[in-house]
């Protein structure tokens, strides 16, 4: 099977359906940068599927303190029933993540406060933990206030890198932001701005905004703009396969990037649609097909579709 990824000429697409059957066929090492925002808890009754088996990588990897992944994998899920839901559904999402990320690939997974714990174990197991890079907080100041605890204004994103000797990072590409205490610093530094921390104070998208599209989890392009610009170059490919709005999509084509979309929803197909096309077209509008059309984006032997079966669930 060729390694070489998606076909020179394929364009940039938007999937429908269930993104596991896409992921199955992707080919080892062919996408620079991951970026998903998973549903919580979606409560979903998952479909088991007898695929060919190619190979179990995912089993055999060593994670947190020696143990092998499928061993941490199962001991989360017998300690949390609710946590045990989720990430049966969301981990063989993750494990073929990691196979299709290239050596200086990344993911950033975006999560609710309540399983970034559980998260981090698990991708400890799956990446190593040596490759894990960061957690970013972002912070933004909207909505109702709690009154019997501290208001929890904030999401999680965990950053993995396929290789931490490998991976590709430039911050130099990233906006700068403001200084807060602009007269500690000299006005040249106070007009150039200061790279961002793990930190990221960003409001959400505005209600009123142009940037509204109605999606009710709609994210900031200024969050994905960052990421993009940090971990991944011109011309690349980036997916994300949990794509809503089409976010991650809008920010690729204004910066040059290569996008890949799935989501399983026809609302969300609808407002991608209405979003990406005739919009900022570096590399030309994007396509939309089924999620059984991936493989003619994908640079195959002729007549041969792969798919990988990490395990019973996958």
């Known amino acids: 099977m060729s390694r070489s990824g998606f076909h020179p000429d394929a364009p940039n697409a938007v999937l429908y359906g269930d993104n596991i059957d896409a992921l199955r066929r992707m080919p080892d090492e062919c996408v620079s940068l991951i ?91 799956l990446f190593g933990r040596d490759n894990f890079l960061n957690e970013i907080i972002w912070a933004y100041d909207y909505g109702a206030r709690a009154k019997n605890k501290w208001p929890t204004k904030h999401d999680n994103i965990l950053v993995y890198v396929k290789d931490k000797t490998k991976y590709h990072f430039s911050n130099e590409d990233v906006d700068r932001e403001p200084y807060m205490a602009p007269g500690l610093v000299t006005a040249e530094k106070a007009a150039k701005g200061k790279l961002p921390t793990d930190v990221w104070w960003h409001t959400i998208v505005s209600p009123t905004g142009k940037e509204k599209t109605g999606y009710p989890t709609q994210k900031p392009e200024g969050i994905l703009r960052r990421i993009v610009q940090a971990s991944s170059r011109p011309g690349t490919w980036v997916m994300d396969f949990f794509a809503g709005s089409g976010t991650t999509g809008a920010v690729c084509a204004a910066l040059g990037r290569r996008y890949l979309l799935i989501d399983s929803h026809e609302d969300a197909i609808e407002i991608m649609r209405t979003r990406l096309e005739g919009g900022n077209l570096l590399l030309g509008e994007p396509k939309f097909f089924t999620v059984d059309d991936v493989s003619s984006l994908l640079d195959l032997p002729s007549n041969e579709e792969v798919t990988r079966d990490l395990g019973p669930n996958a």
């Open 35 to 125: 970026y998903i925002d998973p549903p919580f808890n979606t409560g979903r009754s998952q479909r088991r599927q007898n695929l060919k088996t190619v190979r179990n990588e995912v089993g055999t990897r060593t994670g947190f303190k020696g143990q092998q992944y499928q061993n941490i994998k199962g001991d989360l899920f017998s300690y949390d029933d609710a946590f045990a839901d989720y990430w049966e559904f969301l981990a063989p999402r993750l494990e073929h993540a990691w196979r299709i990320l290239r050596d200086d690939g990344s993911l950033y997974l975006h999560l609710d406060y309540r399983e970034a714990h559980y998260a981090k174990v698990l991708l400890d197991a």
